[in-house]
């Protein structure tokens, strides 16, 4: 295919992402999928073939892990020339106070940090493509989180709250959108984030069977946020659109914090030490 793009998902094997690969595939896009999970992420690429259109590749990609996020993405860096299309969606939720193996509060890591090295590492590729597209997988559970440097580590945590630690990744998300959008200003290339609505995916799998059955009632399929994230990433009407927020099902409301530009620039520079290491 002659415009074909190349689009990079994270948790491709299920949910959202999987949704939104379809999307792309059955245009005739070439997906890479990086997923944590090899047996699913077989599954999810022998379902994207079957399609018959774009090519599909896997990645092995484990956010849980600073070293395998690295691994990953120099593997993608070998691989391909460039990415058009970033989609950063992978993500979790947990009741538990749990690490990951470098030890930071698992949905803060999972959620926020490792993504943050992913993009950091990918950046130079997207910045390959012509119109190079970062989109992240935000939500309006923001509104919830506070950046607490003190807390990002598992171990300083002495009194844990699962939502609001989620919450605290997903504002994290929301200011590296705004943070990275400012710098990619004047560039063609945009970064934006999204609250993809209430949507039936397998996020909701910790939660109990009676309350899983009530917020069914309210969610969207996985393949509504998919339609909004093609828009991002080719409708010209996004041309020019950066530092943007979307949400499907609910206004596209920021917390002040999302807004605060001083504390998007501290995180994305307590981020930078954090993964040092690694770039
Ligand atoms: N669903 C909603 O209502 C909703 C609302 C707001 C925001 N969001 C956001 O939308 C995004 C997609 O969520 P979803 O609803 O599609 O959830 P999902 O069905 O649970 O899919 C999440 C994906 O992330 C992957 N993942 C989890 N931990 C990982 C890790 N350590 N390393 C690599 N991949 C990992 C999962 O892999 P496995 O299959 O191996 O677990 C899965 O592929 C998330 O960022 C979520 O926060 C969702």
């Known amino acids: 295919m002659a415009n074909e793009k190349i689009i990079v998902i994270t948790g491709a094997n299920t949910g959202i992402g999987l949704a939104t690969a379809e999307t792309f595939v059955k245009d005739g896009h070439h997906v890479i999928i990086a997923c944590r999970n090899p047996a699913k992420a077989k599954i999810a690429q022998q379902r994207l073939q079957s399609l018959n259109k774009g090519q599909v590749d896997v990645i092995a990609l484990d956010l849980n892990s600073l070293e395998q996020v690295n691994q990953a993405a120099n593997e993608i860096i070998a691989k391909y020339e460039k990415i058009d299309v970033l989609v950063n969606n992978a993500g979790m939720m947990t009741p538990e106070l749990e690490a990951t193996v470098d030890g930071y509060e698992k949905q803060f890591g999972v959620n926020y ?13 997207v910045k390959k493509a012509e119109h190079g597209r970062v989109i992240n997988l935000a939500s309006m559970m923001h509104v919830l ?11 300083h945590i002495k009194k844990y709250n699962g939502v609001l630690s989620y919450g605290n990744s997903k504002l994290a ?11 990619l200003e004047g560039t063609n290339i945009t970064s934006n984030a999204i609250h993809p609505g209430g949507v039936d995916s397998e996020i909701y799998r910790e939660l109990p069977k009676w309350q899983y059955a ?17 828009k991002i990433a080719f409708d010209p009407k996004w041309a020019k659109r950066n530092g943007d927020y979307v949400s499907l099902q609910t206004p596209a409301f920021k917390s002040a914090k999302a807004k605060n530009k001083q504390l998007a620039q501290q995180l994305y520079d307590q981020s930078l030490q954090m993964v040092s290491t690694y770039l």
Do not use: C, R, V, Y
């Open 214 to 230: 009530i917020i069914k009632l309210g969610l969207i399929p996985p393949t509504k946020p998919a339609e909004l994230i093609k």
């Open 173 to 183: 998300n929301l200011l590296f959108s705004n943070a990275l959008a400012k710098q």
């Open 145 to 155: 989180g506070s950046i607490k440097p003190e807390h990002f580590k598992a171990d």
């Open 113 to 125: 940090l490792a993504p943050f090295l992913w993009t950091m590492k990918l950046l130079p590729l």
